[in-house]
């Protein structure tokens, strides 16, 4: 049903829009994954995604504690609407649920701060697996919580007075080196074939006025 539903769709698309959402499924990856802990300024949080957006890094994860996480639009520019973003919520502590869930889909876990004894940026390596960056509030960065959960520490390198980066300064910096080290290397870093099908439908119906009417009206004529 999920191709019909795609031929469906299409039809209420232009050709140019379709062929370019495929030219940006295919430089979608999952093998980097990101997770914010906690931001409360909502243009630090907008500005992560957009950065995740415009490098390809289709999933984010955002874990509210303290601090409920807003999109600024006027920051993100409709940036969320082409990822798949997971909240963890449920809880009053969600950073441990969050990270052990990242763990069991087999993510390492990178915390990034302003620390010299982490690895530093250019000497990370991406061949050891799929990772999840980390990153925390504005003002005191990752939790303790989040640090003794990660299995690695990265930071930036720097040569100034300051200690560090604001976040979504330091995230677009990351971001930016990493996932071209990753197109630069052998790893296998797109997108399987099958979820492809399932985020293109999704960006379909995110084009389409009244898409979830027109799906089910689309679904009872094929009864």
């Not at 050709?15 to 990101?34: C, E, G, P, W």
């Not at 003794?148 to 976040?167: K, Q, V």
Request: one cysteine or more; aromatic letters at 10%; proline letters at 2%.
């Amino acid at each position: 049903m999920q191709d019909e539903l795609i031929k469906f769709f299409e039809n209420f698309v232009s050709s140019r829009r379709a062929r370019l959402f495929h030219k940006v499924l295919n430089k979608r990856t999952s093998y980097i994954t990101v997770a914010i802990e906690d931001i409360y300024q909502s243009h630090n949080a907008s500005a992560v995604l957009r950065t995740c957006d415009c490098f390809g890094i289709h999933d984010i994860h955002i874990i509210e504690n303290r601090n409920v996480f807003e999109v600024n639009p006027d920051v993100a520019l409709g940036s969320s609407k082409w990822l798949n973003i997971n909240k963890y919520t449920s809880n009053k502590n969600n950073t441990n649920p969050a990270l052990k869930e990242l763990k069991n889909q087999g993510y390492r876990l990178v915390a990034t701060l302003p620390d010299e004894n982490a690895v530093a940026l250019p000497d990370f390596s991406i061949e050891k697996g799929k990772f999840a960056l980390l990153f925390g509030t504005e003002l005191t960065g990752l939790s303790t919580e989040a640090k003794e959960l990660a299995d690695e520490y990265l930071h930036i390198p720097m040569h100034g007075f300051t200690e560090s980066f604001n976040i979504s300064v330091s995230a677009a910096i990351i971001i930016h080196y990493l996932v071209n080290k990753l197109h630069d290397s052998n790893i296998s870093w797109g997108i399987a074939q099958e979820r492809k099908k399932e985020i293109y439908l999704q960006w379909l119906k995110n084009t389409v006025k009244h898409a979830d009417k027109l799906e089910q009206k689309f679904l009872n004529s094929q009864k």
